[in-house]
């Protein structure tokens, strides 16, 4: 299914833990750096509200004076645990895409501001970075490095599978639970 | 060989390797995506895999920007130095660096500084060994970051798995080590594993199983009986591609043995996911590219 921008609370409340999504639109890529930074008090160097943060180191390169994306896949979201949730509570933030899911505490939040979690395809970098059409802006590359900059990204149907959403649901949760009992059975 | 042609030879194996799945592996992600229910987000991921690998093969592109370890197998004959090699491979690795075929990847571990080339203390990193044959043979493979993180080891008796010192105890080991890992690792992966050794030649030998092709059958019955029974109680588990779920879990399972002292047993798991890139080729000394070792 589409998932289109704005990103409003309605429509990611609408999100239901296994849809498959095609995501068109902005997103914010931020990893480490940005979230430490936000987490301690640092002002976002652009709207936040309704946003979709990819968790993303990407490679990008300058050709004839354009931005142009080599390889953008998802790097693995859990280093963020501590700041995610707050931070999706400050600022309204309504998505994140990375991989490997986030924890429970990620998952309360989701619940209470309506908020999901999207998982990418994990190394996918070619197919991902074609899906990204163009590079609207770079923030805090000075400060942080390239891969850890806020890159603005203009995305026309990107895939991801909703992992987890505001309802409670949590698709590796629950796949952790089954596979575990399938292999306690399994062992007898 | 002169050393510009066997520099020229090594960039175009790194290249290759960075863009170019192998057949065999190309053949497993495609059974899986065959197998997989129509509209499931397994499926959806494997079709999303399967278009990168065909896209990054197009494009001369890395299949994932983790370009991981560097891990380097040559068997150098005669002609051929230690010394020449590395100064080849190196100048091989630098290039490659700088044309995008591979990531800045290598990170000073006291200081944290990216070292931009590739190169440092045990980057890449080298197996050497003497051949009385002609050629130059060369393998190399590309070790992800998030695979590598969830690889491990067991030393056995292990009281929380009730696994003892035999077969049934290493089942339980590796069971147990694909479902720690989930989707973690980018699955569906391929399990390379050693049974014995000391702790060092224990994961050696395990990433060493990553060079036989997936469809093989292992030449001891033990073993193929064993790899077997995990592949198909591996998926039975129902992780699935990325741990979404699903039929896809393991693409592979490749098992070796080395001796061990009678005080230990080790099981090392070294797990590989889905951009499984590895190849190699056999170099004559008049600088000839005899062939490729795998299909891409
Ligand atoms: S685990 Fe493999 S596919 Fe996943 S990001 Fe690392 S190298 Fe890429």
């Known amino acids: 299914m589409l998932l289109e921008a704005p990103f409003t609370e309605q429509k990611i409340r609408a999100l239901k833990v296994g849809d498959m999504v095609e995501i068109t ?5 931020g990893r480490d750096a940005v979230h430490k930074y936000l987490h301690d008090g640092g002002k976002p160097p652009v709207d936040l509200t309704d946003s979709i943060v990819y968790h993303c180191g990407p490679v990008v390169v300058k050709e004839n004076g354009k931005w142009v994306v080599k390889a953008a896949g998802p790097t693995t979201s859990i280093r963020e645990e501590p700041y995610q949730g707050p931070l999706m509570e400050q600022y309204k933030i309504r998505g994140v895409i990375g991989k490997g899911g986030m924890g429970p505490k990620t998952l309360q ?8 979690y999207l998982h990418a395809i994990g190394g996918a970098a070619q197919v991902l970075a074609e899906r990204v059409v163009a590079v609207e802006g770079v923030h805090l590359a000075e400060q942080f490095g390239s891969p850890e900059a806020i890159w603005e990204f203009r995305v026309e149907r990107f895939p991801a599978v909703v992992t987890m959403d505001s309802h409670g649901g949590s698709l590796h949760a629950q796949v952790l639970a089954e596979s575990t009992e399938k292999l306690a059975r399994l062992l007898g | 060989m002169d050393a510009k042609v066997l520099q020229n030879h090594l960039l175009e194996l790194i ?8 057949t065999d592996v190309v053949r497993a992600v495609q059974a899986g995506l065959r197998r997989e229910k129509q509209g499931s987000s ?20 890395p299949l994932c920007q983790d370009t991981g370890t560097i891990i380097c197998y040559a068997d150098l ?15 091989a690795v630098v290039e490659a660096t700088r044309r995008g075929y591979l990531r800045q990847n290598s990170v000073d571990s006291i200081t944290g500084k990216n070292s931009g080339d590739n ?4 980057s890449p990193q080298y197996h050497f060994h003497q051949t009385p044959k002609k050629a130059l043979t060369v393998r190399m493979m590309l070790k992800g970051g998030g695979c590598e993180n969830v690889g491990i080891q067991y030393s056995l008796p292990d009281t929380r798995l009730a696994a003892g010192r035999d077969l049934e105890g290493v089942r339980k080991c590796l069971l147990d080590a694909v479902l720690q890992a989930q989707g973690k690792g980018c699955g569906p992966g391929i399990l390379g594993v050693c049974i014995g050794g000391d702790r060092g030649a224990g994961y050696v030998a395990a990433k060493e199983e990553f060079f036989r092709e997936l469809d093989d059958t292992n030449e001891d019955p033990r073993l193929a009986k064993l790899e077997k029974r995990i592949m198909k109680e591996g998926n039975g588990l129902g992780i ?3 741990g979404f779920g699903g039929e896809t879990t393991l693409l592979g399972v490749k098992i070796t043995h080395r001796n061990r ?9 070294a797990y590989m996911c889905w951009a499984f890139r590895r190849n190699g080729c056999v170099l004559t000394e008049g600088g000839k590219l005899s062939r490729w070792l795998y299909d891409s």
Do not use: H
């Open chain 1, 109 to 116: 939040y989701c619940q209470s501001v309506g908020a999901v």
């Open chain 2, 42 to 61: 397994a499926r959806y991921a494997l079709q999303v895999i399967d278009d990168n690998i065909i896209m990054a093969k197009d494009k001369s592109q």
């Open chain 2, 77 to 91: 004959p005669a002609w051929c130095s230690e010394g020449k090699f590395r100064k080849a491979y190196e100048w």
């Open chain 1, 25 to 29: 639109g902005l997103l914010f890529t």
């Open chain 2, 261 to 269: 002292l009678p005080a230990s047993y080790f099981v090392s798991v």
């Open chain 2, 15 to 22: 290249r290759r390797t960075s863009a170019e799945l192998p």
């Open chain 2, 240 to 242: 699935g591609p990325m």
């Open chain 2, 119 to 122: 190169l440092g203390p045990g």
